[in-house]
């Protein structure tokens, strides 16, 4: 491992012993368990699914957008990983518990935040009024990652900045 990347992931360490030992409740656990499942796609899906019926051709566009947007993020996020191949917290130090299973190996970027920020800012550009239901659950999948033992912090504050910038140059394309 890259000294800088073993450095970053010692810092961080401490922050996710926190979040995985309070996410250990099951009162705690449960529910963002729920989060990050409905963050693997299903929420997501769903979503784009509905658009259509609620919104006509309106909501087709923005449903198409989102899955053209959710390919680039999958093929940006997956090369990621394979570039600096970062450890999750869980495989990294043995006291960080993974509460639910991990998808895939490696932690950098979280993918399920990568996701959930670029489709929520897509969909909010079409619909601002669905930003009540669709800002909070994108905040509690990025935590859920931190939470479930299965990111470090730079993790889902890097996927942040990416979604971000992959929905607005998308918007920017697209407007």
Not at 99 to 122: C, E, I, K, M, N
Request: aromatic share 10%.
């Amino acid at each position: 491992m890259r000294p800088w990347l073993q450095h970053l992931n010692n810092r961080e360490a401490s922050i996710c012993r926190t979040w995985s030992r309070s996410g250990q409740r099951v009162w705690v656990q449960r529910p963002f368990a729920v989060v990050s499942r409905l963050g693997d796609g299903v929420f997501w899906y769903c979503l784009m699914a509905i658009l259509p019926l609620l919104y006509g051709v309106e909501g087709l566009k923005a449903s198409l957008h989102m899955l053209i947007t959710g390919g680039v993020a999958l093929a940006l996020y997956k090369s990621l990983k394979g570039v600096t191949r970062r450890e999750r917290p869980c495989h990294h130090a043995s006291d960080i518990m993974a509460l639910v299973p991990p998808l895939d190996r490696y932690s950098f970027p979280s993918g399920h935040t990568l996701h959930a920020v670029s489709f929520s800012a897509v969909a909010v550009y079409y619909f601002p009024q669905l930003a009540w239901l669709l800002i909070p659950f994108t905040a509690l999948v990025a935590s859920s990652r931190i939470l479930l033992g299965l990111h470090y912090p730079s993790d889902v504050l890097v996927a942040t900045l990416i979604g971000l910038t992959l929905a607005y140059s998308s918007l920017s394309i697209v407007a």
